[in-house]
């Protein structure tokens, strides 16, 4: 069948564009380390808003995306008041109040906020598991409200990665192989799911455990193999559920310097939803939740008031 | 290609739970050899009966008393010797016109002893029913039947096992404890006709037969048509001829034909209630894997949620679980099939009851069993579909 092999395919721009897009790492990482260490990042990012980061964003995603497409702006996700309301016996929970964020094409932001603040809700809402009650939330320029749950599921697959803190590996399937289950979904060939999967997992460092069972692999290990899964379909967003809370500290930071590097390397941007501040404050951005609604957002990126400073 | 990356994971859920996935097969397994060795032995007795019918002979009426069906109770026989002479002037000729009185009895000479169907007979049953004798031997004549001569003429296996390889004609045979007849003649070996051992049959003289046995009627009466076309004809003569004399009493005069129809139908029917008995053990099959696909999908909340998060959308799910509950029928289907066909032959090859595969049971049988899974299988596999990615992730 057409399409078995990796090589270059006129139809198919994603896989050149990765390829540029891995070409320009070592810069990217050097300038990311160097903006920490001078302990601006964050404000000097913030500063220079869509100039030159996102320029080079918009570079690679323009190259990403087939030229026809529909979604050339530097919005990954964009939710307007977006409310949240549960129906529990019969009795109405809102668990988001309105909530208005903008997370842009390569960003690195955290969601951040106690238990029972609806941060899992938010993010539930921002990996289009779930549609909001009230509100518009565009999700990759569309708009999550009024796609059926097919053409949710479809979006999940093509925009988003999941990092989840239990790290959800299918059990007695191999690392490839888990990795390479987004691409099922895709339709891709088992060949080429093979060959992306060996791919992302080379990237996130894992070249000599491809055939290795979650089982065999320590904590960290998995959570990279998870990220490999995240990161296979070339997603806009990679969403973190809590992705260092069932590891220790160490192998945390390695997980998160990971993610900082992967955001950085493939301009895949990463929401972090945590409670710890420690692992918050690593993130350019910091989007305070509480009682179902922002409390502090660090940096709205688009400059588009979300509610900063409440 | 989805659908052969189901066929993969539904395979490799299946191996994971080896154990389970067998016992959910076992029922499937079970009721799938059932029908397959029932229909097997329906199918064959049929065939066996229709064989012997048609052994036979053709061109023979058989009268019997009361109204002919299978299933239905004996009428006893009023017919009597005397009805010979008197339906051989309704039909024209008597010397085509046999009857019969059947009895079991012992049969012994010297140390040799066996339980044998004694058929009292007169002289025309040997050219009605077309039956060969050894060279040597000769068949009951009308003065045998005439004056009630203690003589005998045995069926090959009689033959075989009273007196081994010695001829047996001239010597004495004790029937039914002591009454001694003379061996005149010896059948040659014709098998089996009608569900009775041919061969282990001895004619003597009918009117021997009833005094014998104490009765004065015969059990039935045959008569041999010229042609298949004076068929109907003789059998509404001999009916009316023996209504007019018996008033009051039933009689049924019945063809090759119409015997091959009735046993024919009445077989069928049994075949299709047998299969209709195993089939109902593969429906309780179907329950048990609709069960314990409930149980997988309740199992593996987690993995569904995981996967509808990565994209898989509801038909994938769903796909998912009804090709894993299909796979699991057909793969039951297919070890029934074989259980059943290995059964019918090893049962056909030990035992006297026949069993004969006909290509549409095992067919009928895979289809059902694949069918059992769809229809099983959809409840199970839509509430996996259905299930939210949300509560199904934060399930433990």
């Not at chain 1, 009024?146 to 697959?157: C, P, W």
């Not at chain 1, 691409?183 to 290795?212: C, F, I, M, N, W």
């Not at chain 2, 003597?204 to 076309?229: E, M």
């Not at chain 2, 090709?323 to 059964?343: F, N, Q």
Request: glycine share 10%; with cysteine; net charge neutral.
């Amino acid at each position: 069948m057409a399409g078995t092999t990796p090589a270059p395919d006129p139809a198919r721009p994603e896989p050149q564009s990765r390829r540029a897009g891995q070409s320009e790492p070592p810069s990217g990482a050097r300038q990311i380390d160097r903006e920490r260490a001078d302990g601006g990042w964050t404000e000097e990012r913030a500063e220079r808003g869509t100039s030159e980061h996102a320029t080079r964003e918009a570079a690679i995603f323009e190259a990403r995306e087939p030229p026809s497409g529909a979604r050339q702006t530097n919005t990954a996700i964009d939710a307007e008041d977006v409310t949240r309301t549960y129906r529990m016996d019969g009795v109405a929970v809102s668990a988001l109040r309105g909530v208005s964020l903008r997370i842009g094409r390569g960003e690195f932001a955290a969601i951040l906020g106690p238990s029972g603040s609806g941060k899992s809700t938010l993010m539930h809402l921002l990996g289009c598991l779930d549609r909001p009650t009230t509100g518009v939330l565009r999700v990759g320029g569309r708009e999550v409200s009024k796609l059926s749950d097919t053409e949710l599921a479809e979006l999940r697959n093509n925009t988003i990665g999941f990092v989840f803190q239990s790290f959800h590996l299918l059990a007695r399937t191999s690392a490839r192989e888990n990795v390479g289950l987004p691409l099922v979904y895709q339709g891709v060939p088992r060949k080429e799911r093979r060959a992306r999967a060996t791919e992302a997992l080379a990237a996130v460092g894992l070249s000599h455990r491809l055939d290795h069972r979650p089982s065999q692999l320590s904590g960290g290990e998995q959570q990279r193999v998870a990220i490999a899964r995240a990161l296979v379909g070339e997603p806009q967003v990679v969403l973190a559920d809590e992705p260092t809370g069932n590891l220790d500290t160490r192998t945390g930071n390695e997980v998160m310097e990971l993610l900082e590097r992967l955001n950085a390397e493939h301009g895949v941007a990463v929401v972090l939803v945590t409670h710890e501040p420690d692992i918050a404050d690593r993130a350019a951005r910091q989007i305070h939740i509480r009682d179902g609604l922002i409390e502090r957002d660090t940096g709205a990126l688009t400059g588009r008031d979300t509610g900063e400073g409440t | 290609m989805r659908y052969r990356e189901a066929l993969r994971v539904a395979l490799e859920a299946l191996r994971v739970n080896r154990l389970r996935s067998a016992l959910t097969m076992f029922g499937v397994v079970v009721g799938v050899a059932a029908v397959v060795v029932l229909v097997a032995i329906g199918s064959g007795a049929r065939n066996l009966v229709e064989q012997e019918i048609e052994g036979l002979g053709s061109n023979i009426v058989f009268v019997v008393p009361g109204q002919f069906s299978f299933g239905a109770a004996p009428t006893v026989s009023r017919m009597t010797l005397e009805d010979i002479g008197y339906l051989g002037r309704v039909v024209g000729d008597e010397r085509n016109i046999a009857v019969t009185l059947n009895s079991g009895e012992t049969v012994r000479a010297g140390k040799s002893q066996m339980f044998a169907s004694v058929v009292g007979a007169n002289e025309n049953v040997r050219n009605v029913f077309d039956r060969p004798l050894r060279a040597g031997g000769r068949y009951l004549t009308r003065t045998d039947v005439e004056t009630r001569r203690r003589v005998v003429v045995l069926g090959s296996e009689v033959a075989q096992k009273i007196f081994g390889d010695v001829d047996p004609v001239g010597r004495q045979v004790a029937i039914a404890g002591g009454a001694r007849f003379r061996v005149v003649g010896v059948f040659e070996e014709i098998g089996q006709t009608f569900g009775q051992a041919r061969d282990s049959e001895l004619h003597i003289p009918v009117t021997t037969a009833q005094r014998l046995f104490g009765v004065n009627h015969v059990d039935f009466l045959a008569l041999r048509a010229s042609s298949a076309d004076d068929i109907p004809r003789l059998q509404t003569q001999v009916v009316d001829a023996l209504q007019r004399k018996y008033p009051g009493e039933q009689f049924s005069a019945v063809t090759q034909t119409q015997l091959l129809g009735t046993i024919g139908t009445v077989l069928g029917a049994l075949t299709g209630v047998l299969a209709a008995i195993a089939a109902i053990s593969l429906l309780v099959g179907g329950v048990g894997v609709s069960n314990i696909m409930l149980v997988s999908v309740r199992e593996r909340t987690r993995e569904i949620g995981l996967r509808k998060a990565l994209g898989a959308r509801q038909r994938d799910v769903v796909s998912q679980f009804l090709i894993e509950a299909v796979l699991l029928t057909t793969l039951g289907g297919v070890i029934g099939i074989g259980l059943g066909v290995g059964a019918a032959v090893a049962i056909a090859a030990v035992s006297p009851v026949p069993a004969a595969i006909v290509w549409w049971s095992p067919a009928l049988a895979f289809t059902v069993s694949v069918a059992v899974g769809v229809f099983f299988g959809v409840v199970p596999a839509r509430r996996a579909g259905r299930l939210d990615p949300v509560i199904a992730l934060r399930s433990e």
